[in-house]
């Protein structure tokens, strides 16, 4: 057996990449493991919207975190990381919707994060492929748009160049107790484990109060300038197109190299890769109530992936407490692209022993073990699912 | 628009035919759909000349009533049970809406593509598939006085080279990749085809005056004579000269045209999505032509790159089989075990020569659409793994023609299809699949 590392991180998607760099930054022996390459999960499906959010505070100081983070990257990623400072605009189909642009343009001010309140007008000359008759819009100019497997790629570089190394092809079957187990039957150890498997966390520790989310997303050939921003309708906090238990909502990305990427669904209790063509349909009709010319654009590929829910929304950072060594990483739903870098922060300051920069407590997974470890998770989860 | 059918064919090349007039002599309610507007597949689909086997069967196809789909393309299954399914098809007239396809039994005979290999210059203007130039030329591309060098691999290179002389071009050289000795058992195989061995001496009498090489191949395709690449920007670089490797030799030729293809590659994706079994690249399928997802059949070329014959032949016993009539389909596949001996001494003489996978440089690009270089292909594991950090094998083509390329080069498999399975406009996956029971088809017969 080789000497033990600092830190194994079991995961190489964009949140093990962020917390193999940060560990590694903080001088840390760092292994990172995947059981196939870097990047090919749910970040290798993910938009790659890099947006401040603010269902809730915790929620809201970790995008905003980690969208400043991704602001001070921006200047040294290479090119094929594809990062763009595009900006969000939160589409307000009618008053009531311009509204919640005013209500969040207040909370986000007081984060700190510098917004637009655009009109009827203005949202036109902004965006025309738009319908006609839409309200307003507020503008997140410091929300971007990049490509994540090259992201993750690029963080892994990074770690790598601070000393850490990379073991891909390797799935890991156990992971605790200091101890990481391999499906070829090799072990290695190490002081702290990460387990930053996405939604496939639940594979090494089934407790985890981590639900599988499906989502589709369609990419289509290159249009140059259909659209400018990423757009999101504001009906998308109400999640209001709801579609057999499942949903979906007008969210649509414009990439560097031309192409349109149009979003987005979420369903629950789908656990296979396969195309739901009702939703699929529903997702684009959608779409096309705010972009009426979208049906002409031509279609390259259809895709699903897996985002990593808990019960709260929010991301499971910090010790397991049932295992001194085991640290999670994971369950960052809709948001991991955005949010690995602040959840990187603070993995390494939680191993290094160092103050993090925001608090860490909201995002503890010992909140879903307080009290009586059975309190129904699935109580938690259908509580979540109306809202 | 919805239709129902009772079998339904995917391709109108010569298996597509013939499972249809198979089909549709049973009593079935047919329908066959095929993105060209005219039927015929690779072979037969373009008029004149056409041989007397092709005017007969497509004769034949034309007065069968069956429901045609001509310029339709399947872009994505949207049910798929043993009792039947639905397929969405769009139309290549963009204002026609994508269309529903109800049926009970499936035959896919969706027929096969070039394989093209890189090397530098092959993305040059008139370095094209030996098959497309052909098509080219059919569809009025002059050619007549025109310099052709004819590489790669397969019995195509022969039969185009014929072509392009008769219509006056100057074939300069017919550059197999295969050895003589690769080739021997096809020779045999052949012996016991008459027609095809007529066939193949009446091309190589057509081309007498061309040297027929074996065991050579492109190097390399330059824009300038024994130059490479470099001019004023703003002018076109064009095909000037081809260089050729045999036995350790390396020429120069001067020409007008390269046409190059390594054999053809089975065009699997809607096979792939419906799940059904593959091996070797190949639809596996039984006697009756059936697959392993029950309700679908295959015949043609994605069973198994076998001509014009053996497609014909696997096309009417998927036909008879689908239509209820597995007597008469076992007793047809008995003539099958001699069309397969020719199948696989045709892939033994098409198997491609180890250092072709040397040809690329550093900075051939290898995808077309996404510009992605060899040397960017080298690290990368998978083609899962280049698709994701290189961009190969995303652009409109989805990997269509790179993929071929990189299983060859990297021992790289394909990933499993993903719809739509061709690009489709956004406006064709928004329809639900209709669930009630929509109108009967007209069936056109005449
Ligand atoms: C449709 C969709 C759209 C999205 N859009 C956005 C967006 O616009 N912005 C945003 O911020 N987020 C978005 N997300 C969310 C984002 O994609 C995820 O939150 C993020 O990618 C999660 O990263 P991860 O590293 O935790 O997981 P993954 O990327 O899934 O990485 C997990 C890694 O762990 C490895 N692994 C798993 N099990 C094992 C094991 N046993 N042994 C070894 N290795 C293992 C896997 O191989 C994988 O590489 C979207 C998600 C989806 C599905
Ligand atoms: C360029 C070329 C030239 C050839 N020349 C000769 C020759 O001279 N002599 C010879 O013996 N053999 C030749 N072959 C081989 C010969 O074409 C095949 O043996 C024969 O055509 C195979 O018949 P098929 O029906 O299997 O496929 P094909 O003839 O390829 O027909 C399949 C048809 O299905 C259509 N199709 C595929 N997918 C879909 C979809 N999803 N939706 C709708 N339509 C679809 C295709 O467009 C095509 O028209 C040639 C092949 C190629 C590629």
Not at chain 2, 73 to 97: F, Q
């Given at each position: 057996?080789?000497?033990?590392?600092?830190?194994?991180?079991?995961?190489?998607?964009?949140?093990?990449?962020?917390?193999?760099?940060?560990?590694?930054?903080?001088?840390?022996?760092?292994?990172?493991?995947?059981?196939?390459?870097?990047?090919?999960?749910?970040?290798?499906?993910?938009?790659?919207?890099?947006?401040?959010?603010?269902?809730?505070?915790?929620?809201?100081?970790?995008?905003?975190?980690?969208?400043?983070l991704w602001g001070a990257l921006a200047a040294e990623l290479p090119s094929k990381v594809e990062f763009e400072?595009?900006?969000?605009?939160?589409?307000?189909?009618?008053?009531?919707?311009?509204?919640?642009?005013?209500?969040?343009?207040?909370?986000?001010?007081?984060?700190?994060?510098?917004?637009?309140?655009?009109?009827?007008?203005?949202?036109?000359?902004?965006?025309?492929?738009?319908?006609?008759?839409?309200?307003?819009?507020l503008l997140v100019p410091s929300d971007a748009v990049l490509y994540p497997p090259a992201a993750a790629a690029y963080l892994i570089h990074q770690a790598m160049d601070l000393g850490a190394r990379m073991l891909p092809s390797q799935r890991v079957v156990a992971a605790g107790r200091g101890q990481v187990r391999m499906e070829d039957g090799s072990s290695l150890s190490a002081s702290r484990i990460v387990n930053a498997c996405g939604a496939g966390a639940i594979s090494l520790l089934p407790e985890l109060p981590i639900r599988k989310r499906r989502g589709h997303l369609l990419i289509t050939d290159r249009y140059p300038g259909f659209v400018h921003h990423q757009l999101v309708e504001l009906?998308?906090?109400?999640?209001?197109?709801?579609?057999?238990?499942?949903?979906?909502?007008?969210?649509?990305?414009?990439?560097?190299?031309?192409?349109?990427?149009?979003?987005?669904?979420?369903?629950?209790?789908?656990?296979?890769?396969?195309?739901?063509?009702?939703?699929?349909?529903?997702?684009?009709?959608?779409?096309?109530?705010?972009?009426?010319?979208?049906?002409?654009?031509?279609?390259?590929?259809?895709?699903?992936?897996?985002?990593?829910?808990?019960?709260?929304?929010l991301p499971l950072i910090g010790p397991w407490p049932d295992d001194p060594s085991l640290l999670l990483a994971t369950g960052h739903e809709g948001l991991g692209i955005t949010t690995s870098l602040a959840t990187g922060e603070l993995v390494a300051a939680e191993i290094a022993g160092v103050k993090p920069e925001i608090p860490a407590q909201p995002y503890l997974p010992a909140r879903f073990l307080d009290g009586s470890r059975a309190a129904s998770q699935q109580g938690l989860f259908e509580e979540a699912a109306h809202d | 628009m919805t239709q129902i059918f009772d079998t339904l064919v995917i391709g109108a090349g010569p298996a597509g035919m013939a499972a249809a007039i198979a089909a549709a002599e049973s009593g079935q309610r047919v329908g066959v759909v095929d993105d060209n507007p005219a039927p015929g597949g690779q072979v037969w689909r373009h008029g004149t000349p056409l041989p007397n086997a092709g005017r007969r069967w497509k004769g034949q196809f034309e007065a069968a009533p069956a429901v045609r789909l001509a310029g339709?393309?399947?872009?994505?299954?949207?049910?798929?049970?043993?009792?039947?399914?639905?397929?969405?098809?769009?139309?290549?007239?963009?204002?026609?809406?994508?269309?529903?396809?109800?049926?009970?039994?499936?035959?896919?005979?969706?027929?096969?593509?070039?394989?093209?290999?890189p090397f530098p210059g092959w993305t040059l203007p008139n370095v094209m598939g030996v098959g497309g130039l052909?098509?080219?030329?059919?569809?009025?591309?002059?050619?007549?006085?025109?310099?052709v060098v004819v590489a790669g691999t397969g019995p195509l290179l022969l039969a185009v080279a014929a072509h392009l002389i008769k219509r006056g071009a100057q074939v300069v050289a017919i550059c197999e990749q295969a050895s003589l000795a690769q080739m021997a058992p096809l020779g045999l195989a052949l012996l016991r085809q008459p027609g095809k061995l007529r066939q193949g001496a009446a091309y190589r009498w057509a081309t007498r005056k061309t040297p027929f090489l074996t065991h050579c191949w492109p190097l390399?395709?330059?824009?300038?004579?024994?130059?490479?690449?470099?001019?004023?920007?703003?002018?076109?670089?064009?095909?000037?000269?081809?260089?050729?490797?045999?036995?350790?030799?390396?020429?120069?030729?001067?020409?007008?045209?390269?046409?190059?293809?390594?054999?053809?590659?089975?065009?699997?994706?809607?096979?792939?999505?419906?799940?059904?079994?593959?091996?070797?690249?190949?639809?596996?399928?039984?006697?009756?032509?059936?697959?392993?997802?029950?309700?679908?059949?295959?015949?043609?070329?994605?069973?198994?790159i076998g001509g014009v014959d053996a497609s014909l032949l696997e096309g009417r016993i998927a036909g008879l089989s689908a239509a209820g009539k597995s007597e008469a389909a076992l007793s047809l596949s008995q003539r099958r075990p001699a069309i397969q001996a020719f199948t696989q001494a045709l892939e033994h003489a098409c198997r491609l020569n180890p250092r072709l996978r040397d040809l690329a440089a550093e900075e051939t690009t290898v995808c077309r659409c996404e510009d992605v270089h060899m040397g960017a292909l080298r690290e990368r594991s998978s083609a899962r793994d280049a698709r994701l950090h290189t961009r190969c094998g995303m652009g409109p083509c989805q990997g269509r023609i790179c993929g071929a390329a990189t299983e060859f080069l990297f021992g790289w498999l394909p990933d499993p299809a993903r719809p739509p399975i061709f690009p489709a406009l956004v406006s064709s996956l928004m329809e639900e699949a209709a669930a009630g029971s929509p109108a009967q088809p007209e069936i056109d017969s005449r």
């Open positions: 057996m080789t000497d033990p590392y600092d830190v194994i991180v079991v995961g190489a998607g964009i949140v093990g990449a962020a917390c193999a760099r940060a560990c590694a930054a903080q001088g840390l022996t760092t292994l990172v493991v995947d059981a196939a390459g870097v990047g090919g999960g749910a970040t290798a499906a993910g938009m790659g919207h890099i947006v401040v959010m603010d269902d809730s505070p915790a929620q809201l100081a970790l995008t905003r975190r980690s969208q400043q400072p595009r900006g969000t605009l939160w589409v307000a189909a009618d008053e009531e919707e311009m509204q919640e642009v005013r209500r969040k343009q207040v909370v986000y001010s007081a984060a700190g994060v510098r917004t637009e309140v655009l009109d009827a007008h203005s949202l036109a000359a902004a965006e025309p492929q738009l319908r006609p008759g839409l309200a307003g819009a009906g998308y906090l109400k999640s209001a197109h709801s579609v057999a238990g499942a949903s979906v909502a007008f969210n649509v990305q414009p990439r560097q190299t031309g192409q349109v990427l149009i979003g987005s669904s979420r369903e629950f209790g789908e656990e296979d890769a396969a195309i739901n063509h009702t939703l699929l349909a529903a997702m684009l009709r959608r779409a096309q109530s705010y972009l009426p010319r979208i049906g002409a654009l031509k279609t390259i590929r259809v895709w699903t992936g897996f985002r990593a829910a808990t019960p709260d929304k | 339709w393309r399947v872009i994505d299954c949207l049910r798929l049970a043993p009792d039947g399914g639905v397929l969405r098809a769009e139309c290549n007239t963009p204002s026609v809406p994508a269309a529903d396809l109800h049926f009970r039994h499936l035959i896919l005979a969706t027929g096969a593509r070039e394989r093209f290999l052909d098509a080219m030329v059919r569809g009025g591309l002059p050619i007549a006085g025109k310099r390399a395709a330059l824009a300038e004579p024994g130059a490479d690449d470099h001019r004023d920007p703003g002018t076109q670089p064009r095909l000037r000269t081809v260089t050729l490797h045999r036995n350790e030799r390396q020429w120069n030729v001067a020409c007008d045209y390269l046409a190059c293809g390594f054999h053809l590659v089975p065009n699997t994706e809607l096979a792939t999505l419906l799940g059904c079994q593959m091996q070797d690249g190949f639809v596996v399928t039984d006697q009756q032509m059936r697959t392993s997802t029950p309700g679908v059949w295959c015949a043609g070329e994605p069973t198994g």
